[in-house]
C-alpha cells in the first residue's frame, strides 16, 4: 500500500466560518469550492473542509467521542487499487467502517478505522491526478 | 501563512503495535525511528506516529473529549517564521494552546486550535528541509 496521502479532511461546524479563518485569516487560496465542501491544494496533498455531520455520514463513523473529525484519504488510481488497498488494510487489522463503493460524487469511496481509532478513506477520484510521486493534484 | 502542511501526527495507544500495522501491515518505511516517536515520509510532508498522551501534553490539549488525537504542522524557515504564523493564527480567532517556544527536541514550536478544535503545530525543526515548492523532507 503506497506510503503517500493524498487528502486530509476536516470536519467543522460552520463551513462560511471556518473557510473565512483559512481564507482571510490565514490567506490561504480554494482549489475548489462546493456548497458543502471546499479544496485547498497544498504541496502533495490537498486539504478539505467538511461539515462535520456529512463527514461522520460520510464515514459510517458516528460523532460518539471516538471520531475525531479528521480523515485521511489515499487515492488510488483505479477502482481495482481501491479494493485491493482495502482488503489490505484489514488483513492488517483495521476495522471497515465502509466497504469501498460508488460516491455521490461520482468516484469511488471506502473508509477504515485504524488500531487506534484514525479515519481513513481509500478512494478512486477520476478528477485527480496522482503523480508518479505520488503527489496528488485535485 | 503558507498554504502547506508539514508533518500529520497521530496520537497511538501502543506505539510497537501502531507501527506493525503500518510497517508489516501496510508496507511503510520508516523514516526517522525513536524510542516514542516513528516518521514516515510521505510525498510533501511526513506523518508521525506519537503516544497519544505525550502528543496531548506536548500540545497542551487534554484528553478531555475535545481533542481529536491527530496534530497538523506547519514548519517554518525561521523561529521567527514560527511566531509570525503564531501572531497571525491568533489575529484570525483561532486559541492559543503553547505559545512557541524552545522544544525538548532541539527546536522551537507551539500550538493553537481551529475554529472547530483542530489542533495544529507550527514548529521549526533546524534537521527538516523545506522545498522552495513548501513541499517538507524530514
Chains 1, 2 share one sequence.
Not at 21 to 35: D, I, R, T
Not at 96 to 124: C, I, M, N, Q, R
Request: net charge negative.
Amino acid at each position: 500500500m503506497d506510503q503517500r496521502l493524498s487528502l486530509i479532511t476536516l470536519g467543522v461546524d460552520d463551513l462560511a466560518r471556518s473557510r473565512a479563518f483559512f481564507e482571510q485569516g490565514l490567506g490561504w487560496n480554494p482549489k475548489e469550492e462546493h456548497e458543502s465542501v471546499c479544496f485547498y491544494q497544498l504541496p502533495g496533498l490537498a486539504l478539505a473542509l467538511f461539515g462535520r455531520a456529512d463527514l461522520a455520514e460520510d464515514a459510517k463513523r458516528p460523532i460518539d467521542g471516538r471520531f475525531s473529525g479528521v480523515t485521511l484519504a489515499i487515492n488510488g488510481r483505479s477502482r481495482e487499487e481501491v479494493d485491493a488497498m482495502f482488503s489490505r488494510a484489514l488483513a492488517a487489522g483495521a476495522t471497515a467502517l465502509k466497504a469501498p463503493e460508488e460516491a455521490v460524487w461520482g468516484g469511488y469511496s471506502g473508509y477504515f478505522a485504524d488500531l487506534d481509532g484514525h479515519v481513513w478513506e481509500l478512494a478512486h477520484n477520476p478528477g485527480c491526478v496522482i503523480h508518479p510521486d505520488g503527489s496528488t493534484t485535485f
